[in-house]
């Protein structure tokens, strides 16, 4: 019955069957946040219900995604219909990002141009020793914008259908991304302020630990889609995970 209802389908769009991962994914993110303030806030259980929460987000990309793979890959449903619906989703969750990245700028540079006089009315605030942005914050520069040199390597090579190159220009990439991860690990380690430091120290541990924790999910898709190419599942003309990683 299902052969057949598949074969009268008079629509290119993928009906998907009912999935438990919607509902999973919203109570991770739920722990995932509840669990993040509370452990902030020094509150008992915090740092367990935070674990919780990232736990459960990891097992619902594994799963949900394997099954996206398995829909794509093995039963055709993934229709040039289907695909153009992934790239606008995937470019709107893109713009929401910029959106809530804009945030956090809003906030660093009102902060910055017009500091208050309760932080001195100066820019690092009074009393406050600043990260040398020629130091490591340069070399992670440096990092970041070699490894989307890498990255777009990688893509012309599986768009060239050149398989070991690709493979070569993720690793690369891979690799700066770790290095990334390691290196401001060590910055946040050896920085001079606390996130509790005022309105500096706010400003910059939510920007740069959420590009932190944006970079080590990239470095877990760009993983993914590794293992995906060395196991033959993209083509030259069908390679929207990777482009979408």
């Not at 009912?18 to 919203?26: D, E, G």
């Not at 219909?81 to 956090?104: D, K, T």
């Not at 989307?148 to 259908?161: D, F, L, N, Q």
């Not at 606390?194 to 999910?217: C, K």
């Amino acid at each position: 019955m299902r052969y057949q209802s598949k074969m009268s389908q008079r629509h290119p769009f993928h009906l998907v069957d009912p999935s438990p991962w919607p509902l999973v994914a919203a109570l991770g993110g739920l722990s995932l946040t509840f669990g993040g303030v509370l452990f902030m806030h020094n509150y008992s259980g915090g740092g367990k219900l935070l674990s919780l929460g990232v736990l459960i987000i990891l097992y619902v990309m594994f799963t949900w995604w394997r099954d996206i793979i398995r829909e794509a890959l093995f039963e055709g449903h993934h229709t040039l219909a289907v695909q153009q619906g992934l790239r606008m989703g995937m470019i709107l969750f893109i713009v929401s990002e910029v959106m809530f990245f804009f945030a956090f700028f809003w906030a660093f540079f009102t902060s910055s141009l017009s500091p208050v006089f309760n932080i001195g009315g100066v820019w690092p605030p009074a009393g406050l020793d600043a990260i040398s942005p020629w130091g490591l914050p340069f070399f992670n520069t440096i990092l970041l914008i070699s490894s989307g040199a890498s990255v777009t390597w990688a893509h012309h090579a599986i768009v060239g259908g050149f398989k070991k190159e690709a493979l070569i220009g993720l690793g690369v990439t891979l690799a700066f991304a770790v290095a990334f991860t390691a290196m401001q690990g060590f910055e946040y380690l050896n920085a001079p302020f606390a996130m509790s430091d005022g309105v500096y120290g706010s400003v910059f541990y939510m920007a740069t630990g959420f590009h932190g924790f944006h970079v080590i999910i990239g470095t877990i898709f760009l993983s993914v889609c590794t293992l995906r190419l060395y196991y033959n599942h993209f083509s030259r003309q069908r390679h929207f995970g990777f482009e979408a990683a």
